[in-house]
């Protein structure tokens, strides 16, 4: 019971071993087993190769075999063949013996002659017989007598083969009978056993017709006996007697002599070889037989052999046992190992599988196998590296602007840029003299028609490709600002053998100037700053300042010029002039209204400080704040009457000018919008306008030819002007006014019930009541019927 429940439990470990198995398989899926056929293949290669020549092997051992016995036969035949010869030298003599002739010719037995003839033949036969051990016996029969001559005997026939030859064979005496009274050349006659007890044996039998030669009228017959043994003797010397049988069959194919003891199957085919000589394999009596057979040339005896091919083939046999099993070996080694092999070459890839896809998020592909995953994952990751790479290619301008700005704030250790970062920002400089330009964009008007973002993006575009068209060497262009770029040049040092060449700072300005030039000629307004020449990354942020530097000069020199850190040195002009005097005169002016004596003090405010003389940027920022102080006093004045200027904050507005020339302007602007805003806090001609309006209005507006163009000719006015008159006065528009007016007069006519809807329409002006309903309904909500209903029931009161 033991016994039983360990084999179930075995039987279960190895049921899942091999459903694991199976699964491990499933999982490798067509991959693994893909390897495993390749390595399979390649072993089944030279097994196939050598599985084809072992059998040509195989043919080729089995011809041997098959010729060996073949010549084994054969040498069977030469050695009877000789001992026959025996035979017929035997019938050669016997039948050339003269006393033999007077037998044959002799009709009568009892004549002297006959009788001695006899007694000396008999002597003859005699002597003949010691001539050959392979002849057991033999003897002369004569037709004319029916006598029986042997060498030690004369009897008749009868007698002979009935007492002196007996056979256990019945009919041996009448075969005998048969055979010597027909012609016979060469005949063999089977074996037929003789004698009888210890002493019977067989013999073959060999007849010749006497005299020879003579078909028709033969007399007699020799008879030769061959001792069977012999030649069964003979067949013994070969190795394979003792398991193979020897056959010989006579001329016409009777089988005499086997050393079987059971023909079978095997007498049936001998019969059916037609061929001379041969070999071949039979299955006879259950086995398979190899036949070897060949003929005789001189007595046309026909020797077969029957050899068991197993006996044959043993040799053959056992090579190809053991070939089989070395084969089976290989297969299941070189399976083992085919296994082993693919195994250890999928267990990389299987591992790199698992890395993958523990690394890798799910894209839901269905793959076919391994390889195919990591085909396709190396071709995603190859193109996410591409987009990665596209995407920093179309980021590189933008990567390059911002190392470059914070290069020229001084916001980069060059200790820490490397020869790869450089290439991979598209940074290269083939001089180690760097000069910085900026570039303020002060009109575009040609590109920035309304002066949006994308305009003005589009202008730096066209500012930037030119710099890039006509930089002389190396250089870079920056976008700082909406409006602003910057331009970083390499310069090469000025060549020795050229003094009449430019120096590092005439190309930066040469350099400026044709670009300025051709930016003009694209309607591209700019001013341009340039600082020193200097050696070294490092001194690249030195560079900008001293740019920048110069681009605040601008506000003396102004707009559209381009401007040299080695010029402004000179200016060291550190005091403004805007004496209190001045100011305490203009904010008189200011509060009386008086802008042209503003105007006036403010062009010779800016020749003293701008023409005359050449103030600094800062001095000349500190001028404008104390001049837009001045205006938040007098804002501060105007406040306090309840009023507000319109326009924004005058501090941001003259501050964010970029020149001393547009903040002038802009500070002149400021002064004539408080003024303006003075004199219309006096009641003068414009309260009066407004007032003649407003009566001509209400007189004429119920005139169906009334209306703006017949209203400003009247009043002496433009159209655009009376309507901006009067929005500014009335807070109201023209049009809504005379609307109101109308309106006015039609409810008057529709609270008497005398006058109809269409009058009231046309006496208001209206051409009919279609658009006087419309508009009645548009302002009070109702119609013009309805309302004079409920005027009436409320007794006449309007609403």
Request: net charge negative; proline share 3%; aromatic share 8%.
């Amino acid at each position: 019971m033991n016994s039983s429940m360990s084999i179930t439990g075995r039987e279960t470990v190895l049921l899942k071993w091999l459903s694991n198995t199976e699964k491990e398989l499933i999982s490798r899926r067509s991959l693994f087993v893909k390897l495993l056929f390749s390595y399979l293949t390649i072993l089944l290669i030279p097994v196939v190769v050598g599985s084809l020549l072992y059998q040509r092997v195989e043919n080729k051992m089995i011809g041997n075999a098959a010729r060996s016995n073949f010549a084994l036969l054969d040498q069977i035949r030469l050695v009877v063949d000789n001992r026959m010869q025996e035979v017929e030298r035997l019938t050669l003599q016997i039948a050339m013996n003269s006393r033999l002739q007077v037998l044959l010719s002799s009709d009568s037995e009892e004549s002297t002659e006959s009788r001695a003839a006899f007694y000396d033949f008999i002597r003859d036969l005699d002597r003949s017989r010691m001539s050959s051990s392979f002849i057991d016996d033999f003897y002369v029969y004569l037709n004319n007598s029916q006598t029986i001559i042997s060498p030690i005997r004369k009897a008749k026939a009868s007698l002979f083969f009935e007492h002196v030859q007996n056979s256990p064979d019945p009919g041996y005496p009448a075969l005998m009978k048969q055979t010597l009274s027909e012609y016979h050349r060469h005949l063999y006659l089977h074996s037929i056993p003789l004698g009888s007890g210890t002493t019977q044996k067989k013999v073959l039998t060999y007849v010749q017709s006497l005299p020879l030669g003579q078909k028709t009228s033969f007399k007699g017959s020799l008879v030769i006996q061959i001792d069977e043994q012999q030649v069964k003797d003979l067949a013994r010397q070969i190795n394979w007697a003792s398991e193979g049988h020897l056959y010989v069959l006579n001329p016409q194919g009777e089988l005499i002599m086997t050393t079987s003891d059971s023909t079978g199957d095997l007498e049936r085919l001998i019969g059916k070889l037609n061929d001379q000589t041969g070999y071949h394999s039979e299955m006879a009596d259950g086995e398979m037989t190899m036949l070897s057979y060949t003929t005789s040339e001189s007595n046309g005896l026909r020797y077969v052999s029957a050899v068991p091919r197993s006996v044959v083939m043993a040799g053959v046999d056992e090579i190809k046992t053991w070939a089989v099993m070395l084969l089976a070996v290989c297969l299941i080694a070189g399976t083992i190992a085919c296994y082993s092999m693919a195994y250890r070459n999928y267990s990389p890839i299987r591992d790199m599988v698992e890395a993958i896809r523990k690394g890798r998020r799910s894209t839901g592909l269905r793959v076919s196998n391994e390889i195919d995953f990591i085909k396709s994952t190396l071709l995603d990751s190859m193109q996410e590296e591409n987009d990665l790479r596209d995407t920093l290619s179309r980021q590189e301008p933008a990567i390059r602007a911002n190392f470059l700005s914070r290069l020229f704030r001084g916001q980069v250790d060059p200790s820490a840029v490397t020869g790869e970062s450089i290439d991979f920002m598209g940074v290269r400089f083939l001089a180690e003299a760097f000069g910085v330009i900026l570039i303020d964009i002060e009109n575009g008007s040609r590109f920035a028609k309304e002066g949006s973002e994308p305009e003005w993006i589009l202008v730096q575009f066209v500012v930037s490709n030119i710099c890039k068209e006509l930089m002389p060497g190396d250089g870079y262009t920056v976008e700082l600002d909406l409006q602003r770029l910057a331009v970083l040049m390499s310069v090469s040092k000025p060549d020795p053998a050229d003094p009449g060449g430019l120096s590092e700072n005439g190309r930066l300005r040469s350099f400026a100037e044709r670009l300025k030039a051709t930016l003009d000629h694209y309607q591209i307004q700019t001013t341009m700053a340039f600082g020193g020449v200097h050696c070294g990354m490092e001194q690249t942020g030195r560079a900008y300042a001293e740019a920048l530097a110069a681009l605040d000069y601008r506000i003396t020199m102004g707009q559209g010029t381009i401007i040299g850190y080695e010029e402004i040195g000179g200016m060291e002009q550190r005091i403004y002039h805007y004496p209190l005097e001045t100011e305490t005169q203009m904010i008189n002016m200011a509060k009386s209204g008086d802008f042209p004596g503003i105007d006036k003090l403010l062009d010779q405010i800016y020749a003293i400080n701008f023409v005359n003389s050449r103030i600094t940027p800062e001095v000349g920022k500190c001028l404008f704040f104390d001049m837009t102080g001045t205006l938040l006093k007098l804002q501060n004045v105007f406040s306090g009457s309840g009023k507000k200027l319109t326009g924004g904050d005058p501090v941001k507005s003259v501050l964010g000018c970029t020149t001393a020339e547009e903040m002038f302007q802009k500070t002149r602007e400021w002064y004539e919008s408080f003024c303006s805003a003075v004199n219309e806090e006096r009641p003068d001609h414009g309260e009066k306008l407004f007032q003649r309006i407003k009566d001509y209005v209400d007189a004429n507006c119920t005139d169906s030819n009334f209306g703006l163009a017949s209203m400003a000719e009247e009043l002496g006015l433009t159209q655009q002007y009376l309507s901006v008159f009067f929005k500014k006065y009335g807070d109201q528009n023209l049009k809504d006014y005379i609307m109101a007016v109308r309106l006015r007069a039609a409810k008057r006519m529709l609270a008497s019930s005398e006058f109809t809807i269409t009058q009231v329409a046309k006496a208001i002006g209206y051409a009919n009541d279609i658009g006087f309903i419309r508009v009645f309904k548009k302002n009070e909500g109702i119609t013009p019927g309805r309302y004079r209903e409920i005027v009436a029931e409320n007794g006449g009161k309007q609403g």
